[in-house]
């Protein structure tokens, strides 16, 4: 119903509608010749359509013709059969038109929905942080499937549309002039009677509309608060309450569905009035005819008189004549909305990749890690690291610990570039990380995230992921290592086991095992563990430990971890606390100073 559509449709209009068509029309570039093609079907169906109702005219005048019965029923013959093969051409070209627009429409989205992924794939991390899951998804479904809708149909019906309406008005005028003024005159009237009924009507919707949102929040905010309403005995004052918006929405309601019942009604009266008044002024004006005024019989042109066919067909083109109107302002709206989504597509094919100035593959490198004195925020007007400096030697363990959101992490964000640092610089055995390819930076640093992701796909599959060309007995020598192996023999189909929906079907623990196992798969010579243990029982922690330690042989290894019993052995600790490293140093050294990680690792002071 078009009051309820009608806000949303508001809310999707395209900002620049030019660019945004010229743009998309480059989708349909290859297909120029077929898209011409199906506009020269709907051309024919469209005239056949109209030539086809016209052809009433001469077969009622043959009824009524002064002919014998023998030239009448011949004349009806031959008048039938070119009637049904008119028709049978617009049925064809209709139908070739579909086929072809199908084809066409859909490939363009199969190219729309490629590009749209490829570019995903280049975003840096910072666009998925910044932008709701929801919202991205809507863009793949909601917004190519408006597009959709546009180039398989909508376009075509708004062509379709204007052809018969012009069809139409040179028919009505071509069969009679002062019959077609009186439509036409008649037509706009009735348009603007229509549009202010449903405007009204639109404007109560909104005010039912109102009303039941109060009654529904009042309800929700009492059945959640009911223990409230009763401790205090405030049942009587909330049924008072209830009965007045009740009410209100009673009143609401009865002028809404009193106008949106009255609508269909009052549009088919105008219609019919329509259609009376063309009768009634045809109907005169044939007697007129009869009688030689207004024209006369036998006159040719545009002044020729209305014969009884003419009327027939006259008034079925009158009716036809306001449809197309109607119909194109809501084809618009499918338009408007499907310009507001390419242009949410083309926005996000418009947003800036992730940078990669470096072009240094790295080659067998040592490991050695110096994070120069950076500073960092993830927003300008919010520095989150400062001033922060670590020197890694290759094969080293570097243990980053502080309490919750010290920062950790964003450390880890900036070796592996999914966030470009603001000052100072990171380099890996000299190299600044901003000349190092991207992609050879990244294969260099085996990283185990903390909040991580497992794909639909066998178990095999997903720890293959570490290094997709590991053979089947690395990937279990890499579950072996990381201490999975034996939680894996258990599960029912051992590797070949499928996980969905994120391993929905595994625990925390051995998700994150699985993660491990990736990053012990990959040979690269720096490894980061973000909370690898955060959520496995403290017998897993052990096993888990091991084989980290395993895994963290000959290589530069940062780990973040909040159980401090796990990084004891690491070369240098860290302690981070709002962005800046405020102690530094072995285990013994720093429980030494009996500063913050004294506290932190002897629980003597809560953490903030
Ligand atoms: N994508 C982001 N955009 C904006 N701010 C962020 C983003 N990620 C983290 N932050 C902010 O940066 C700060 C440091 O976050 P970080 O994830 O580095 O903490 P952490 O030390 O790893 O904490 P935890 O121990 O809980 O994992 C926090 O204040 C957080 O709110
Ligand atoms: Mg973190």
């Known amino acids: 119903m078009p009051p309820m559509n009608a806000k949303s449709a508001d809310t999707r209009k395209p900002k620049n509608t030019k660019a945004t068509i010229k743009r998309l029309m480059s989708y349909l570039n290859e297909d120029k010749v077929k898209i011409g093609l199906a506009f020269v079907c709907v051309l024919v169906s ?18 009524v013709a002064d002919v014998s019965a023998a030239e009448r029923i011949s004349t009806l013959a031959i008048n039938l059969v070119k009637m049904a093969s008119i028709y049978a051409a617009g049925v064809l070209a209709a139908f070739f038109q579909a086929r072809i627009m199908i084809g066409v429409s859909q490939r363009a989205l199969l190219k729309l929905r490629g590009d749209l992924f490829e570019k995903l794939q280049d975003l840096p991390v910072r666009f998925f942080d910044t932008n709701n899951t929801g919202d991205i998804m809507s863009r793949f479904t909601n917004d190519v499937d408006t597009i959709g809708e546009m180039l398989n149909s909508t376009l075509v019906q708004i062509f379709q549309g204007i052809v018969s309406l012009i069809g139409t008005l040179i028919l009505m005028f071509y069969t009679n002039f002062w019959l077609s003024i009186v439509t036409i005159v008649v037509a706009p009237i009735m348009a603007k009677i229509g549009t202010t009924i449903a405007s009204r009507s639109r404007k109560r919707f909104s005010r039912q509309q109102a009303e039941l949102g109060k009654v529904n929040a009042y309800i929700e905010e009492i059945v959640t608060g009911q223990k409230v309403v009763k401790v205090f005995c405030h049942e009587d004052k909330v049924i008072d309450e209830f009965e007045t918006l009740n009410d209100s929405l009673k009143n609401a309601q009865i002028k809404a569905q009193f106008a949106g019942g009255m609508m269909g009604p009052s549009m088919n009266a105008m219609s019919q009035v329509n259609y009376t008044l063309t009768a009634g002024v045809g109907s005169i004006l044939v007697i007129l005819g009869r009688l030689g005024k207004f024209g006369g019989l036998g006159k040719k042109g545009l002044f020729s008189a209305l014969d009884i066919g003419g009327l027939t067909v006259f008034v079925n083109f009158s ?28 926005d996000v094919m418009d947003r800036e990749p992730e940078s990669d100035r470096g072009d240094i593959v790295l080659d067998h490198i040592h490991g050695d890690v110096v994070i120069d004195d950076i500073t960092f925020g993830y927003n300008p007007d919010k520095t989150i690291l400062k001033d922060v400096s670590i020197y890694a030697h290759p094969g080293q363990k570097i243990a980053l610990v502080g309490s919750t959101g010290a920062g950790k992490t964003t450390i880890t964000n900036l070796i592996t570039r999914f966030y470009d640092i603001d000052k100072g610089k990171i380099t890996i055995d000299g190299i600044d990380i901003f000349d190092i390819n991207r992609d050879s930076l990244r294969e260099n640093i085996a990283v185990v995230l903390q909040d991580t992701h497992l794909f639909t796909g066998t178990v095999m599959e997903n720890i293959r992921y570490g290094r997709l060309d590991a053979t089947d007995a690395e990937v279990r020598n890499a579950a072996v290592t990381s201490n999975a192996h034996s939680f894996i023999q258990h599960l029912p189909d ?5 996980l969905e929906g994120d391993g929905s079907n595994l625990s925390q623990g051995q998700r994150q095992l699985l993660n491990i196992a990736r990053a012990a798969l990959s040979k ?8 690898a243990t955060s959520s496995v029982d403290t017998r897993t922690e052990r096993d888990i430990n091991k084989g980290m330690d395993t895994l963290m042989e000959n290589r530069t290894t940062f780990v973040i971890a909040h159980r401090l019993s796990t990084i004891r052995n690491a070369d240098a600790i860290m302690v981070l606390e709002h962005g800046v490293i405020i102690e530094r140093g072995s285990h013994e050294e720093l429980l030494a100073q009996k500063g913050r990680y004294y506290e932190l ?5 809560e953490l903030d």
Request: aromatic share 8%.
């Open 494 to 498: 051992g590797y070949d086991t499928v």
């Open 319 to 346: 009716r036809q004549f306001s449809r197309p109107i109607n119909e194109l302002a809501q084809q618009l709206t499918i338009v408007m909305s499907a310009l507001a989504g390419a242009e949410r597509v083309f």
């Open 46 to 63: 469209s005239m056949t359509n109209l030539a086809g109702s016209y052809m009433l005219r001469p077969i009622i005048n043959n009824l």
């Open 601 to 605: 690792y002897t629980g003597l002071k």
């Open 524 to 531: 690269a010579p720096i490894l980061i563990l973000d909370e």
